[in-house]
């Protein structure tokens, strides 16, 4: 090397050494990789390449990652760099590292997060979406095309201008507005109900589950939902209210319509067994009849208001 070849190498940020072809042992080594491996200048150049090298890790970088064992046992993840070189008069490689360890590290909790979205997606039946609030995607799992049918959707993913499409126009207005107000108070976790539309232009009856996701600033950058078709369970509900509404107009026409007939019959009886006239006889057993007749009818009134079970 150069006089300022060597100034580049002892002041470079980036850890380097130069080893030998033939033997690999190393020959120098500069102050950054000293502090990145955690050796002095003399244990460094008594190790071998293969002493802290380790397996090539799969990543989605276009690059041949490898995981690098520290002085203290801990494992980083670097790419190297190497370029032949004569130096001391002999043939060496002139390494050069860079570090992807807060890299491969993220990658890994994407993974994870990927993974554990799918099992959840899987072992339930409600539609879970993942919105990205940098990247305004939504990520849906399977059930936007098996429950709602929206067959059109491309790699689970939409935007969140379609999500907002969706919801019907009656309950838009009042569901943004819900979740615009949670972002800005940073609200954790809430639910909404509305109405979703379908793939075939119909509308179902949803409860929405939404929980926060917050970075290391606790800044929101996610929200997570799983959204429960409740189509049938509000329609339930809708018929056991009906049914509630049939029975108080049951219960008011007992407590006032049959009690007028049954009052003028029990006093008609009471009149008939105590007079002997058979004029009087005769014009009481006339009222008995049509008091009878209005109290059948309201009978019948009440057996055609009366839910079937």
């Avoid at 491309?154 to 919801?167: A, E, F, G, P, V």
């Avoid at 019907?168 to 109405?195: F, S």
Wanted: net charge negative.
């Amino acid at each position: 090397m150069t006089t300022s070849s060597i100034d580049f190498f002892k002041l470079s940020p980036m850890p380097m050494w130069v080893s030998d072809v033939n033997t690999h042992a190393i020959l120098e080594v500069n102050p950054a990789a000293l502090h990145f491996y955690g050796y002095n200048e003399t244990e460094f150049l008594e190790l071998r390449l293969n002493d802290f090298e380790g397996n090539t890790v799969q990543t989605l970088f276009d690059k041949e990652i490898r995981s690098h064992r520290k002085k203290d046992g801990s494992n980083v993840y670097v790419h190297l760099l190497s370029n032949p070189m004569e130096f001391q008069n002999r043939e060496t490689t002139l390494f050069l590292v860079t570090d992807f360890t807060s890299s491969i590290e993220s990658e890994k909790k994407i993974r994870e997060s990927a993974e554990r979205f799918n099992i959840v997606s899987k072992a339930t039946s409600d539609t879970i979406w993942d919105y990205n609030l940098s990247t305004n995607q939504i990520v849906w799992n399977r059930g936007i095309k098996g429950i709602f049918g929206h067959s059109d959707v491309i790699n689970h993913t939409t935007s969140r201008d379609w999500l907002h499409k969706q919801i019907h126009p009656e309950d838009q207005q009042r569901v943004l507005e819900t979740m615009h107000d949670n972002l800005r108070d940073k609200v954790g976790r809430w639910e909404d109900e509305y109405r979703f539309r379908c793939g075939d232009g119909s509308y179902r009856n949803v409860l929405d589950r939404y929980f926060l996701v917050f970075d290391e600033f606790s800044v929101p950058v996610r929200i997570i939902s799983a959204m429960e078709d409740i189509t049938k369970r509000k329609a339930y509900i809708r018929a056991i209210e009906e049914q509630n509404k049939r029975f108080k107009e049951i219960a008011w026409i007992q407590s006032h319509m049959v009690r007028a007939p049954l009052a003028r019959i029990m006093a008609l009886v009471d009149l008939i067994s105590h007079n002997q006239s058979d004029h009087d006889y005769q014009e009481m057993l006339g009222y008995l009849s049509s008091s009878a007749q209005e109290l059948d009818a309201v009978i019948i009134n009440i057996a055609d208001k009366s839910p079937v079970v």
